[in-house]
């Protein structure tokens, strides 16, 4: 069972990254504190992981036969992935390590099926452009909405905070139900735990991350990509959430950073292109690319040596 380390540390790994996906925006507008946020993300990924994370477990578990070591090989290889890009205050996709680690691993075991990968991937590219749409949407129908019914200052600060809250309430529950798969999916796969026991433990790794070392992500995608009013910050977790909780029913994992980024960009590009922080933006891009190249690599070079 000592295995199940790898699973825990790739769940510490993904709360402490994607926790920013869910509040960051609120807390680097100081419409939230950080710690009403990690709390609440934590309670509420648990509920998402337990209650609907099962589907995404089936999807990457189609990938490649998984045993004991190398569920423990895999988990690993993604974990050290995504913590250096944490390191590097990268917001990343966990999705993408796992696969990336289930395809380096499965290379050398000659156990991969390439056949899922298809729709994984175009899941990845959509992501971050349907999180765009409905961003920009949300922004015109909810401003017109704001605009036509708050007239007071006041009252519309007291809505922008409690909406921002409900929000990320939203987002952290579809970020369990989505993300919880590339924590202990491939334990489930290998049969060393079932189903349940893989998204509540899931879903403990993922929390304790949150409320241990998520600040810093928060304040790249909070800041580094656009200056965000609050009422911008409410539409981008909104967007971000409603596409990470669509894919969630169909079975998917998909990456909360794409999301969260495909949506900030669609309120920018309203804003105007010079509101983009360009810089940040390669380097999430390059993220992006590398995060799935880097865990594989590392669990071949895993697999080979054990």
Same mark, same amino acid.
């Given at each position: 069972? /000592?295995? &199940? ?20 925006? #609120? !807390? ?24 609907? %994370? #099962?589907?995404? @477990? ?10 004991? *070591?190398?569920? /423990? ?8 992935? +995504?913590?250096? @890009? ?5 917001? +990343? ?12 691993? %499965?290379? +050398? ?6 056949? $899922?990968?298809? =729709? ?13 749409? !409905?961003?920009? &949407? ?20 007291? !809505? ?10 939203? %987002? #952290? ?8 798969? *590339? ?7 290998? %049969?060393?735990?079932? !189903? /349940? ?18 600040? *810093?992500?928060?304040?790249? +995608? ?7 009013? $609050? ?21 998917? $994992? ?16 309203? =804003? ?19 995060? $799935? ?12 040596? /054990?």
């Amino acid at each position: 069972m /000592f295995r &199940l380390i790898a699973g825990i540390f790739l769940g510490w790994a993904l709360g402490s990254n994607d926790a920013a996906n869910i509040f960051g925006t #609120a !807390v680097a507008t100081r419409m939230v504190k950080f710690w009403t946020a990690a709390i609440l993300t934590s309670v509420f990924v648990i509920l998402g992981a337990v209650l609907e %994370g #099962a589907g995404g @477990m089936e999807t990457l578990g189609s990938l490649s036969s998984q045993t004991v *070591n190398s569920a /423990f090989i895999t988990s690993l290889a993604a974990a050290l992935t +995504v913590t250096l @890009m944490t390191y590097f205050k990268l917001p +990343v996709s966990t999705s993408q390590a796992i696969v990336g680690a289930i395809i380096g691993a %499965g290379i +050398v075991r000659q156990s991969i099926d390439f056949s $899922p990968l298809g =729709k994984i991937v175009l899941a990845w590219v959509l992501t971050p452009i349907g999180a765009m749409v !409905v961003a920009f &949407l949300l922004y015109i129908i909810l401003g017109w909405g704001v605009e036509r019914t708050i007239k007071d200052v006041v009252t519309l600060d007291k !809505v922008l905070k409690m909406g921002l809250i409900l929000a990320g309430i939203y %987002g #952290a529950y579809a970020l369990g139900a989505n993300n919880v798969a *590339n924590v202990t999916g491939v334990f489930v796969k290998s %049969g060393m735990i079932t !189903v /349940f026991q893989g998204a509540l433990l899931g879903g403990l790794g993922i929390a304790s991350g949150v409320l241990t070392y998520s600040k *810093n992500v928060m304040m790249t +995608v909070g800041k580094g990509i656009t200056e965000l009013l $609050p009422f911008s910050a409410l539409v981008a977790v909104l967007a971000e959430a409603t596409t990470v909780y669509i894919y969630a029913r169909i079975g998917i $994992p998909v990456s909360t950073s794409q999301a969260i980024v495909g949506a900030v960009m669609g309120i920018g590009l309203i =804003k105007g292109m010079n509101y983009l922080n360009k810089n940040t933006i390669k380097n999430i891009l390059f993220g992006w690319l590398g995060t $799935p190249t880097i865990a594989g690599i590392i669990s071949l070079l895993l697999t080979l040596i /054990f």
